[in-house]
């Protein structure tokens, strides 16, 4: 997990970001339950999809996410 607010109020059960960065892909996901980002976890941490250890990829993935969304952000902003 990765904490991008400085300003954490508690978890947000109605709108989390469940981002692969193995795949490099956002999967949707519409969850409403107390225990959501620990069920997401358990998720990631249960599937023979996930690719352990490949910190190069995840890393190149991760950073694009973040240059999109911050992309996005801007043209939003103008």
Do not use: C, P
Not at 8 to 19: K, N, W
Not at 45 to 53: L, M
């Amino acid at each position: 997990m990765v904490n991008l607010t400085e300003s954490y109020e508690g978890a947000d059960f109605y709108d989390t970001l469940v981002y692969d960065a193995q795949r490099g892909e956002i999967n949707k996901a519409l969850v409403v339950h107390e225990q959501a980002e620990f069920l997401q976890m358990d998720e990631v941490n249960g599937s023979a999809k996930t690719i352990w250890n490949d910190r190069v990829k995840s890393g190149d993935w991760f950073v694009k996410f973040i240059g999109e969304a911050i992309d996005a952000k801007r043209r939003v902003e103008e």
